[in-house]
């Protein structure tokens, strides 16, 4: 019967999982979100509801919870319902194989599968047929064409997502997010053998390493429908894109699943690109949280610097740019490293 | 016992949702329903022990290809969700023929001796894969490549037919 | 290996009642006050106007065509990529560079095929 006692750890797994989501991904999120939006823009922020607005998403939440639950007519009511599930169970799924570092010798992960990267790249495209399915079952002009939009972007995005993360791939020789980080190990003051910086054979291999990381954050910041690439879900040009019918609970589970999805993009960037939880002094828990928030604080930060990109040249900068761009990084790498 | 279970469930969420694609009145609906039923066959490739091929159903099937059949009927008539009736007139001929092929399969699927493969498979799925494909089966990689730029020259030619 | 996809099973029945629970506190905390003006689909204010569905560009579609394509080639570069740094201590290094170089070149046509009939362009 021991895999019933399995099934029960998996289960308090996926509850805390869940709640680290819902807290440090929707909640601390949404609340870093409008404290650095307030900074770049010269004001405060939340300020009233708790010490420094602190308890400002808690109160958003309680809000929502006791808002009508309005069904459109002509919505299929089925669909309506399951999108938003969909999309918050899929950008939960992405986080069991993130590695958070070592704790009294072991490395803190759900599990550690064997395809590990394949697993998160498959869930990052479950959500497009997520929101697919919720642009769709609004029966409004708005939430299908912004529904269609964003399928386009996230779906031209996917593959230099993927080109992208054969580069580490390639350096460290195996699909596992452990074996990855294991493989940036060492080197100068922790940070020597980040991929990165190439391997410390082979330090060429830092032009295809960075302009890869580079190429990896910008399709994950298009996959999570975030600005510069945010078109879909532009107030100034289609309501609220694919999620405009959706009101209360439903939409802050949209809102969770991208949260907890741009969370899941910053902290595989560190795991794939920036060594991890490898670093000098500080516990290695320590540091992976530290490379985590630091690449959400650029996301955050990329928000109020860049416009927004037409759809079309979102599509071009995809398939004419970082396509060709994916499949060329691969092959140098490949040469490099012979 | 709980491989048993775990295929039990599996070919639930396989073949119930598949009926639905097969009956459903509403098209999306229809298209809707296979991604679940993509989902189980992924499950079950999981107790094959094929981890990879698992993953890449998932990645392929649920996520680009339930996408593009979803777009396609979301872009023609169907996609106003109206009832379209999965029957004609044809339906006993239909229902006789099925029952037959069935009872065809299952005597050809009981009646074999099937020979099972001597050990597992390796752990290291991928990198037994990847070692394959480049050794053992290494001109079916590369037509595979062509049969891909094919198919993409293809679709592309009936799809820009109207220009 | 098979524990490691139970835990995904379960993840994903947890967070499907996790994720309902907060719709079905929902469905018993907030109020009801019903009028079938609360239903219509939102158009900027204006009463909706037409079906909620229209003829929409046949450019999704392509996209996603050329989309299935890629990602399949990307999938089987995934073996090769494992696989490679091993190959490389067999010495066998530009040989195998050399197929997936060739795979990628062949496939690269498809894309420059597409680029010029025009499938990638959003008029």
Sequence with gaps: MSWLWEIFKATLAAVAVFTFLALVGAMLGVYLERKISGWIQSRLGPKHVGPQGILQTVADTVKLLQKENIVPTNADAITFNVAPLMAAVAGLLAWIIIPFGPIFGRVVIVRDINIGLLFFIAMASLIVIAILLGGWSSNNKYALLGGFRSASQMISYEIPLALAVLVPVMMAGTLSTVGIVEAQRGGWLGIGNWFIFGLPGNRWLLIPGALAFLVFFTAATAEVNRVPFDLPEAESELVAGYFSEYTGMRFALFQLGEYAEAFAMAALTTVLFLGGWHGPLLPGVVWFFTKMFALVFVLMWVRWTYPRLRLDQLLHLSWKGLVPLGFVLVLVTGWLLI | MGELGAFIILALVTLLPAAAVVTSRNLVRAAMSLVPSFLGVAGLFVLLQAEFVAGIQILIYAGAIAVLILFVIMLTAGGTGTAVRQANEQRVVGGLAAAALTAALLALLLRTAWPLAAGSLPRANVAAVGSAFLTTFVLAFEISSVVLLVSLVGALVIARRER | ?123
């Design chain 3, 1 to 123: 290996m098979l524990l490691d996809w139970l835990y995904v099973a379960v993840f994903a029945v947890v967070g499907v009642v996790m994720a309902g629970l907060p719709l079905a506190l929902v469905w018993a905390l907030a109020p009801r006050a019903e009028y079938p003006q609360k239903h219509l689909t939102y158009e900027s204010g204006v009463v909706p106007f037409g079906q909620a569905w229209a003829q929409f560009n046949i450019r999704y579609y392509l996209f996603a065509l050329v989309f299935v394509l890629f990602e399949v080639e990307v999938i089987y570069l995934f073996p090769w990529a494992v696989v490679f740094r091993d190959f490389i201590t067999q010495r066998l290094g530009g040989f195998v560079l050399a197929e997936a170089a060739l795979f990628i070149v062949i496939l690269g046509m498809g894309l420059l095929y597409a680029w010029r009939k025009g499938a990638l362009e959003w008029v």
